[in-house]
């Protein structure tokens, strides 16, 4: 997997696409801190976290966009089809987009502990949302494989939209637990609260991960490919 790893890196290390996401989360932090300013209480807080989780199926559906699309171009995935262990590409493709977006967590994380000063909520915040939006990563990775490039965009606007509605909003205050893809824009500010029901979202979340992924890899096993249009 580690030399899949390096042929991926050296891909996409000067294409635009591998910065979007990096540039995005600094004009997110930009925008957050004017909009915010120095009033980082509780509720400032809550916004901050879910808002950056909710943008982050964007940020991750851009970079699963650059990789499927790059398969697409090169020959319509035949050169994976034709290795011996699919799996190590899937593996380390995975890694790279999961890689991606924990820069850009990162990233929100250095700006958050500076203007919220929390440790506590700072560890909790970066530990649960690099766990929580797993199942986003695989979620989007396996729709646009099978699909095409584009979807994983669309999955990225349609998640991020449900994720403002259920995720931030009041409707899903009652739903969320039962939905893991609002887990991520959810889990601070319900911890804040000392609300969060982990035993069950737990569960519920690992459960839904080991389903998704186990699918997505016996899907690649015996997946003959696809016929994509330029």
């Given at each position: 997997m580690k030399n899949e790893l390096k042929v991926i890196n050296l891909k996409?290390?000067?294409e635009i696409l591998t910065y979007t996401p990096t540039l995005l989360t600094i004009f997110y932090i930009i925008f957050i801190n004017l909009y915010l300013k120095n009033n980082w209480n509780y509720t400032s807080i809550s916004q901050y976290t879910s808002s950056?989780?909710?943008?982050?199926?964007?940020?991750?559906?851009?970079?699963v966009y650059q990789v499927i699309h790059f398969e697409e171009s090169i020959g319509h995935f035949n050169h994976i089809l034709g290795k011996p262990k699919r799996n190590l590409w899937v593996?380390?493709?995975?890694?790279?987009?999961?890689?991606?977006?924990?820069?850009?967590?990162?990233?929100?994380?250095?700006?958050?502990?500076?203007?919220?000063?929390?440790?506590?909520?700072?560890?909790?915040y970066v530990i649960s949302s690099s766990f929580m939006n797993i199942i986003i990563i695989l979620l989007i990775?396996?729709?646009s494989l099978f699909t095409k490039s584009i979807f994983s965009m669309v999955?990225?606007?349609?998640?991020?939209?449900?994720?403002i509605y259920f995720g931030i909003e009041v409707l899903g205050d009652k739903s969320w637990y039962y939905i893991p893809?609002?887990?991520?824009?959810?889990?601070?500010?319900?911890?804040i609260n000392?609300?969060?029901p982990f035993l069950l979202t737990i569960s519920i979340y690992v459960v839904s991960v080991?389903?998704?992924?186990?699918?997505?890899?016996?899907?690649?096993?015996?997946?003959?490919?696809?016929?994509?249009?330029?």
């Open positions: 996409f290390r000067t950056f989780n909710a943008l982050s199926s964007l940020i991750i559906a851009i970079t593996y380390a493709t995975l890694t790279y987009i999961f890689s991606n977006y924990l820069f850009c967590l990162l990233i929100s994380t250095i700006n958050f502990i500076l203007m919220s000063q929390n440790l506590k909520l700072t560890l909790f990775f396996t729709i999955s990225g606007v349609v998640i991020t939209i449900f994720n893809i609002t887990y991520s824009t959810r889990y601070t500010s319900m911890f000392n609300s969060v080991v389903i998704i992924f186990t699918s997505l890899l016996l899907l690649v096993k015996k997946w003959s490919g696809r016929s994509v249009q330029d």
